[in-house]
């Protein structure tokens, strides 16, 4: 039987490049490549660099085209769109050693310059690309005009962590974010959703077969995300940026209590967007809600 996850992904690139996107794989260093797609190939260069650039970093369960396919067609024409595969995922890879999502940021600051984004970007960031946009906002304010994050905190403490992980019945994030099993992608799709779609066993399966790679390397990135409470700086870190939470209201991962919590530490430049009856996978649970809120934050940003 063929793989219909495989397919799938076959017709969604074919699709993404009708549309004006296409992948390039950027050099970092020696042994460190980051793949993008982007829009920037129209043939009238002088009307793409007007278009701001919008950098959108996908989370766990999925490569970057795979996250944002919802958001592409909805952006494309009115931003120069950045799609970075995060390393181990998709077409990125490195031979260093470093799974810290701050390197994550650093070898997409680098990624993002030798493409030519000199001027200020906004970086939207998902789940663990949330978690990655902090980091770049953070590190490098002269790149990141604004954030919008959904489903992410600035850093997660242990006990953060631990508070998370005994409210959704795990033991640790690989158990959840890595399945070994179709029956694992199925708990993992219920966890990030308000309601699950019904889909046949199959597509759990080939899901599982197609998306879990790198598995030692990806279990390093979540071993790496968690820091000790005494070395967690958190939200007190001024950032210089206006930063945007788009969160689902029934996110069973960080929940509205903890996103409130997060506004009010990050302080008077934070706004708090919702998007009703929608869980963590707000942006494909809910795609035509998630791009509304999206578009209305970034043309507040064009306008100010």
């Given at each position: 039987m063929v793989n219909v996850v495989s397919l799938y992904l076959s017709i969604l690139h074919y699709v993404m490049k009708l549309a004006g996107m296409q992948s390039k794989e950027v050099e970092i260093e020696p042994g460190t490549v980051i793949r993008f797609w982007v829009n920037n190939n129209d043939n009238d260069t002088k009307k793409m660099k007007k278009k701001p650039p919008l950098v959108l970093i996908h989370g766990f369960a999925g490569d970057g085209l795979l996250t944002w396919q919802f958001q592409v067609l909805a952006l494309r024409n009115k931003y120069s769109i950045f799609i970075p595969d995060l390393l181990f995922f998709g077409g990125s890879y490195t031979s260093k050693t470093d799974r810290s999502p701050k390197f994550q940021a650093e070898c997409l600051a680098i990624g993002l310059r030798k493409l030519g984004v000199e001027d200020k970007c906004v970086v939207v960031g998902f789940s663990y690309g949330g978690f990655v946009g902090f980091q770049m906002a953070q590190h490098h304010p002269h790149l990141v005009a604004s954030l919008v994050v959904s489903g992410a905190v600035v850093s997660l403490s242990e006990s953060i962590s631990s508070k998370c992980l005994e409210k959704i019945g795990f033991s640790s994030w690989p158990e959840l974010l890595m399945p070994t099993s179709a029956e694992g992608v199925k708990v993992l799709l219920d966890v990030g959703s308000s309601s699950l779609t019904w889909m046949p066993n199959f597509v759990y399966k080939h899901y599982f077969q197609v998306m879990f790679g790198n598995r030692k390397e990806r279990v390093e990135l979540l071993e790496a995300l968690v820091v000790n409470d005494e070395d967690d700086s958190g939200p007190t870190h001024q950032f210089q940026q206006r930063i945007y939470l788009l969160w689902g209201n029934e996110d069973k991962?960080?929940?509205?209590?903890?996103?409130?919590?997060?506004?009010?530490?990050?302080?008077?430049?934070?706004?708090?967007?919702?998007?009703?009856?929608?869980?963590?996978?707000?942006?494909?649970?809910?795609?035509?809600?998630?791009?509304?809120?999206?578009?209305?934050?970034?043309?507040?940003?064009?306008s100010s």
């Open positions: 991962i960080f929940n509205m209590d903890m996103v409130n919590n997060l506004k009010e530490k990050l302080g008077g430049k934070t706004e708090l967007h919702v998007v009703k009856d929608a869980g963590h996978l707000a942006l494909m649970e809910s795609p035509v809600a998630f791009n509304k809120c999206l578009i209305k934050i970034l043309a507040s940003l064009a």
